[in-house]
């Protein structure tokens, strides 16, 4: 999920394309919290227009939950499961 902020140009682009790959996105306005692909959002977040908030697998309490489950260990053998791609998906987000 992501959050527009200081939403002009995300207004703009709505206008212009209300449709964008595969599927509608938006409404896009001020301190609305919308869904959007993440290749959408990052391109967005890079110019300023709106913050992307951290999926729930990747909020801190998630993490400390993944890494007491691989610790455990009546259950070390077994893999804690997480998104696909959830590395290069963490890193894109949390890149500045």
């Known amino acids: 999920m992501t959050n527009v902020g200081r939403g002009s140009f995300a207004m703009r682009m709505l206008r ?19 869904q959007l692909p993440l290749f959408l959002a990052l391109l967005l977040k890079s110019r300023g227009v709106l913050a992307v908030r951290c999926p729930s697998w990747l909020q801190l309490a998630a993490l400390k939950h993944v ?7 009546n259950r070390r053998h077994e893999l804690v499961l997480l998104p696909e ?9 949390l890149k500045r």
């Open 85 to 93: 791609f959830w590395e290069e998906v963490a890193a894109l987000i």
């Open 16 to 34: 212009r394309c209300n449709q964008c790959a595969q599927g509608k996105f938006g409404p896009f306005s001020r301190g609305k919290t919308t």
């Open 67 to 73: 890494l007491q489950e691989e610790q455990d260990e």
